[in-house]
C-alpha cells in the first residue's frame, strides 16, 4: 500500500515531478520563449502596444503567457517578462531599442551604491499581478516557472550599456575594478532574491535563473565572477521550496564548478552534451535541454531524429525536461512546435 507521502509526489505535475528527478508517465516539455513572436495571436498584440507596455499590463501579460498552452500541450508555462524588468524597479533608466539600452551605463562605486534596494511590491507590482492572474488562468497540470536574469547576464547589460555580441567592456571591467564589480554584482543577487520570493508568493510553482552570458567568461573567471552571486541567490531561495532551475548559456567548460550550486535542475543549450553534463553534475540534479533551435526547421521525418538524438544522449533514467538549447526563433511555424510537443510525449511514453 502506498504511503500518504507518496501519493502526494506521485500526484505532482509531470515538469514539477521531473524537476523532482520523480518517474513520469512522459518527459515534460515547454519552450524558452515559448510565449512570444512565433505566434501569430502574440504578433497580434504587439502591433497595437509596445513591448514595455506589453511588460507592465498585468492582463495583457498574462494573456500572452496563456497563448502558447492554448495551442499546444505544454508541460508548463513561464511567465511573460524581460529579465531587466526589476533593474528598472532599482532606478536605472532603461529603454529598449529593441534591446535593453541604459541611459547611463554603471561605472563606478558611487552609481553602485546609488542602486535602490529592490521592493518588488512598489517597484514592480505589474509583475507580481501578471503572475497571480497568469496562475488563475493555467490548467491544473501545468505550472507556472518565474524567473530572473543571472547577477553576471545583469552586470554585462549594466556596465556595456547596450546588447553585446562579446561584452568586452564588462568583461574588461571585471579585470580592472574587481571590487566595484563584485559589490554591483553582490547588490543584484541581494534583488533577484527578494525579486525571486515574491513572484513565488504571487503564485510561481518553479523558479529559473538565466545565466544568459555567462558562458563568455572562462572556467576561473566565471568561479570568480559569475558563481558567488548565483550561490547566494540559490541561499536565499531555498527554504520556498519549490525547484530552481539554472540555465547556463555556453558554460559547458565551467560544469564542474556549475555542479557545486544546490539547484534542482541544471539547464544547457545545444552545444553542450547532455550525458556527458549529467556524468560532471550528478544524479541528484534533473536535467532540461537541449534541441538546436535551428533543427525546427527541419523537414518532419528529420526533426524526430533530432528529438531522437537529445534522448540517446540523456539515456535512460528520471530527471529529464525536454527543452530547447535556448530560445525559439520568430520564425519558426508553430506548425512544427506542434509536431514537436506531440512527439517528444510519444516518444517518452513509449519508452
Known sequence: MSSPALKTETALPTFLAACRRQPVAHTPIWI???????????????????????????????????????RFALDASIIFSDIMVPIEGMGVDLEYAPGPVIGTPIRTLKQVEELRPLVPEQDVPFMLEAVKLTRAGLPAHVPLIGFAGSPFTLFSYLVAGKPSKEFSVPR??????????????????DAMIVYLR????????????FESWGGLLGPSDYKRIALPPVKKII?????LGVPLIYFANQCGGSLEYIATLDVDVVGLDWRTSLGGAREILGP???????????????????????????????????????????????????????????????????A
Open 284 to 350: 541528484q540534479r534533473a536535467i532540461q535541454g537541449n534541441l538546436d533551435p535551428a533543427h525546427l526547421f527541419s523537414p518532419p521525418a528529420e526533426l524526430k531524429k533530432r528529438v531522437d538524438e537529445v534522448f540517446t544522449d540523456i539515456g535512460p533514467g528520471p530527471g529529464h525536461i525536454f527543452n530547447l538549447g535556448h530560445g525559439i526563433w520568430p520564425e519558426t511555424d508553430p506548425d512544427t512546435v506542434a509536431r514537436l510537443v506531440d512527439y517528444v510525449h510519444e516518444r517518452s511514453a513509449k
Open 172 to 189: 574588461a571591467f571585471a579585470q580592472a575594478e574587481p571590487e566595484i564589480s563584485a559589490r554591483l554584482l553582490d547588490k543584484l543577487a
Open 198 to 209: 515574491a513572484q513565488v508568493n504571487a503564485g510561481a510553482q518553479a523558479l529559473m535563473l
Open 32 to 70: 524558452m520563449r515559448q510565449a512570444g513572436r512565433y505566434l501569430p495571436e502574440y504578433r497580434a498584440i504587439r502591433s497595437k502596444v509596445g513591448f514595455t507596455e506589453l511588460t507592465r499590463s498585468p492582463e495583457l501579460a498574462a494573456e500572452v503567457t496563456l497563448q502558447p498552452i492554448r
Open 235 to 239: 541561499e536565499g531561495l531555498k527554504d
